[in-house]
């Protein structure tokens, strides 16, 4: 699976979209892009994955660049529980490979 | 629709013991994959159970080993336990055993003394 990189961590205003940045230059062809975050004490919590085309659900939206080399998840308008470590996965196999994350801090 | 639930909660057991740790699945679900979280890190994959059978494994020793049983429910058991066995052991579920949504558990906290 190919490896991602993220912000060790990134603040937010609360409101305001949260842009979160994933590089992963080394996928393939058929590998999928998810991400999850883990609010502490919790389990992680699936949010959303696509593979070229970008994709939009009740969470947030998932934009991938044309050559698949990185992605952005964005929060369209952040609030204080969504305060959370997010991780950006790239697979293909049946196992998620979760990396260190992005911790987000919302603020006030 | 009753969510992926895990038991115990917290677990204290002392070097050299055996552990089980015991998963539901959500409803409807046949795939249940384990991670091992340890403290500040990311989840690692242990291993995933399709439909009762070893579905792919992670880089971690045969001592840690699984079962599915025919309700889906699933069971980690981890031998001769070393102190660095203590993180947080995460519980998934999804539908199928390719790209998938998986569902977590609350996870049991193990501390290995």
């Known amino acids: 699976d190919a490896k991602t990189t993220q912000p060790t961590s990134m603040d937010c205003a609360e409101g305001r979209a949260a842009n979160l940045p994933c590089n992963h230059s080394?996928?393939?062809?058929?590998?999928?892009v998810y991400w999850y975050r883990q609010i502490h004490s919790q389990g992680p919590q699936y949010i959303i994955h696509g593979l070229k085309n970008n994709e939009t659900n009740e969470m947030a939206s998932l934009i991938i660049t044309e050559d698949r080399k990185s992605s952005t998840l964005i929060l369209p308008h952040a609030t204080l529980r969504d305060t959370a470590v997010y991780y950006c996965?790239?697979?293909?196999?049946?196992?998620?490979?979760f990396g260190a994350g992005t911790r987000l801090t919302v603020k006030p | 629709e009753t969510g992926v639930t895990q038991s115990p909660t917290h677990l204290i057991k002392t070097r050299g013991q055996q552990v089980t740790l015991r998963c539901s699945s959500q409803s409807g679900h046949n795939t249940v994959s384990w991670y091992q979280q340890a403290l500040g890190q990311g989840p690692q994959f242990i291993f995933q159970?399709?439909?009762?059978?070893?579905?792919g494994r992670g880089n971690f020793p045969p001592r840690f080993s699984g079962l599915q049983f025919p309700n889906y429910s699933s069971e980690l058991n981890v031998n001769a336990l070393e102190l660095d066995d203590s993180a947080l052991y995460l519980c998934a579920s999804s539908l199928g055993q390719g790209v998938y949504e998986q569902y977590f558990g609350p996870g049991t906290r193990l501390t290995v003394t």
């Open positions: 159970y399709y439909r009762e059978e070893e579905n």
């Open positions: 080394t996928i393939s062809g058929n590998e999928y």
């Open positions: 996965i790239v697979r293909k196999h049946n196992d998620m490979r």
